[in-house]
């Protein structure tokens, strides 16, 4: 009897504690600072659609390329560790002998991130893509610095998982006796038959094995991952982080089925690889001629090794920036036809062929949509209103909020956090709650023992958390 007085007691306790949480939170919903230091000290449990190459700051990047020396490309402001033979290049210790370093810092920032961007010199999505490949250079070989940064940033940020994609798989295996597939492939697509391109798939495939593509995989997994994640000692007590391969969407096709083949290997043999995706603008050339076809690459990887997750950057587009019709099928394509289990953005479902019978599909199977706000507006200029978060809601589809770039996006967390309570006075704080639960149960965690760890610290912490209210 002892026993059932302490257990309800505690549920009264806890629900009291809830309720002066959620009143605390309403109270604060038009305090922007208030919502900030709310969300800064609320539990956030995971960030599952996240690059770790954009969630490094443009700082320590550009600090590595000045301590390093690297040549800046003093037009463009691409760094570079090996002089190229063209372009107007300069040592960074010449910059600063001539008194020019201070200058080129500044815009440097301006191109690596999105600081100080006025939404009028530059294409915005234009400047976001394009800064990959300029501070590139800065990240080989500092990975581990990076992974450091990332971890120490979301503790005291209360982040308790992270799964970043972290890098693609370096590979030299030659394909150039396959490239007589890419057109053939690419035929077969416009002609809309699926049998035939798994089927080509399925020749391309045998001669990836005879070729060893597996042996890069564990290279990749054993002396990359599995190294880098024992030797900085990623996980404790405070955080946990995976990590997903991704293949790039402007590949000629036998490369990305080649690189996405190895990508799954990885991620089948390794248990720190949670998952695989495809990266890269979903409008570009590529991307859109050869969308469908990567929809068939990902269902026929998926038949190879059935266990391996996979999430989809999907709908990251909106009107204007393809033809309507691009617009109505790209989720869908990536739902039905290559069976993603998350989807990354989502931005344009209003714009889906059937797009409730989606939803409804959606919801049916579990398979979340990655919440992305500080992202879809810089790059899409989708906000407010014209986000389809509350779609998603409405009909049950599991949502989960992450940062997608916050090193270029200049973000964070907590800002996501407070621009979905500032934004969208539907969403109360018990869906916040379930949110931040969502990003650990919907996680690709392959060991269940290290998600009901996460979980139950996720307990604890939302009753520290919610045991400060009301505020004194």
Not at 229 to 249: G, P, S
Request: hydrophobic letters at 35%; charged letters at 25%.
């Amino acid at each position: 009897m002892k026993l059932l007085y302490t257990l309800f007691f505690a549920f009264c306790l806890t629900g009291s504690y809830s309720q002066a949480t959620n009143d605390y939170f309403e109270n604060s919903r038009d305090n922007e600072v208030a919502l900030t230091a709310f969300f800064s000290h609320m539990p956030k449990g995971g960030d599952l659609h996240h690059h770790f190459s954009g969630s490094i700051y443009a700082e320590p990047l550009l600090q590595r390329a000045i301590t390093d020396d690297f040549y800046l490309n003093t037009e463009t402001m691409d760094v570079r560790k090996e002089k190229p033979a063209t372009g107007n290049w300069n040592l960074f210790s010449t910059l600063k002998t001539n008194g020019t370093l201070d200058y080129y810092k500044q815009q440097i920032m301006q191109k690596w991130s999105v600081k100080d961007y006025n939404y009028v010199d530059y294409p915005s999505d234009k400047l976001f893509f394009e800064s990959f490949m300029k501070f590139e250079p800065a990240i080989k070989g500092n990975f581990g610095k990076g992974l450091l940064e990332l971890k120490n940033r979301a503790i005291s940020e209360n982040v308790s998982y992270i799964e970043t994609q972290l890098s693609t798989i370096p590979t030299d295996l030659n394909t150039d006796d396959l490239t007589k597939f890419n057109s053939r492939l690419r035929k077969l697509a416009l002609a809309k038959d699926e049998k035939t391109i798994l089927k080509t798939l399925d020749s391309v495939y045998n001669s990836l094995v005879k070729k060893e593509a597996e042996s890069y995989a564990k290279d990749f997994n054993s002396n990359f991952v599995a190294k880098l994640h024992k030797d900085l000692k990623i996980d404790d007590k405070q955080f946990t982080m995976r990590y997903q391969n991704f293949v790039l969407r402007f590949m000629e096709p036998v490369d990305l089925f080649k690189n996405l083949v190895i990508a799954f290997i990885s991620a089948d043999e390794s248990p720190l690889i949670a998952g695989v995706n495809i990266v890269s603008p979903e409008d570009g050339t590529t991307s859109m001629k050869d969308y469908w076809l990567h929809m068939l690459m990902f269902k026929y990887c998926h038949s190879r090794y059935p266990d391996v997750k996979y999430a989809m950057h999907a709908g990251e587009l909106t009107l204007g920036l393809v033809q309507p019709e691009e617009l109505t099928w790209h989720i869908s394509a990536a739902v039905y036809t290559a069976g993603a289990n998350r989807i990354g953005h989502g931005v344009d479902l209003a714009y889906e062929k059937d797009s409730y019978d989606l939803l409804r599909y959606m919801a049916k199977k579990s398979i979340p949509i990655e919440i992305n706000l500080v992202s879809n507006e810089f790059i899409l200029k989708v906000k407010d209103g014209r986000h389809p978060l509350t779609l998603y809601k409405e009909f049950g589809v599991p949502i989960v909020i992450s940062t997608d770039d916050a090193g270029i996006l200049r973000t964070n967390m907590t800002e996501q956090y407070v621009l979905l309570a500032k934004r969208y006075k539907g969403v109360s704080y018990s869906d916040i709650k379930q949110y931040v639960y969502n990003s650990i149960n919907y996680s690709f965690i392959k060991d269940e023992g290290v998600k009901k760890q996460l979980l139950k610290d996720l307990d604890l912490r939302f009753k520290t958390f919610e045991a400060n209210f009301p505020m004194k």
